[in-house]
């Protein structure tokens, strides 16, 4: 991961150079049933237990993209208040995730740019989510435009 930058000019307001957030997800045998119907990705690995096994496994995976959704919804929860539009994850796959694994996401907030717009930020993430044994299972960087805080009824 990247070392923080210090912010451009200006400040965005409630977000700072250096910022770690942190979310955790057990995931469950019911969740990988629904990311299959959901993304309709029904590659041997990710429904069967025999086609996992002979491909080295000890049992079937989640999709990558599901793991990146996962972390990327930590961005979410962490700016819930916020009109934010996720503009570009990258990640790096590590490890596969299981049914029974608990993730724990950490991002931190790398530099804080002013955008072209004024009164909105262009926010440089970079992340790691690790399962129970503390072993890496996807890397990400992220770019996030931050435009403003929700109005008081919550609408953007």
Same mark, same amino acid.
């Given at each position: #991961? ?17 910022? =770690?957030?942190?979310?955790? =997800?057990a ?24 086609a ?5 496994? =000890? ?8 793991t990146?959704?996962? #972390? $990327?919804?930590?961005i979410?929860?962490?700016?819930? *208040?916020? =009109? ?8 790096? /796959?590590?490890?596969?995730? /299981? ?17 072209? *717009? #004024?009164? *909105? ?6 992340g790691? #989510?690790?399962?129970? !044994? ?8 992220a ?7 929700? $109005? $008081? !009824?919550?609408?953007?």
């Open positions: #991961m990247t070392e923080p930058t210090a912010v451009a000019t200006g400040a965005c307001p409630g977000v700072t150079a250096g910022e =770690r957030f942190v979310s955790t =997800r995931l469950v045998g019911e969740d990988l049933e629904r990311a299959v119907r959901l993304t309709q990705g029904a590659h041997p690995v990710h429904v069967s237990d025999a996992a096994s002979s491909a080295g496994l =000890r049992g079937r995976i989640f999709h990558g993209a599901v990146a959704a996962i #972390m $990327a919804s930590a979410g929860a962490r700016f819930a *208040q916020s =009109r934010i539009a996720l503009l570009e994850q990258n990640n790096r /796959y590590l490890l596969p995730v /299981y049914p029974g694994d608990t993730l724990h996401t950490t991002w931190t907030v790398g530099a804080v740019r002013e955008s072209r *717009q #004024m009164g *909105q930020w262009v926010l440089e993430l970079s790691q #989510m690790l399962n129970q !044994d503390g072993a890496a299972v996807l890397e990400a960087s770019r996030v435009l931050w435009r403003g805080p929700l $109005a $008081a !009824d919550g609408a953007p």
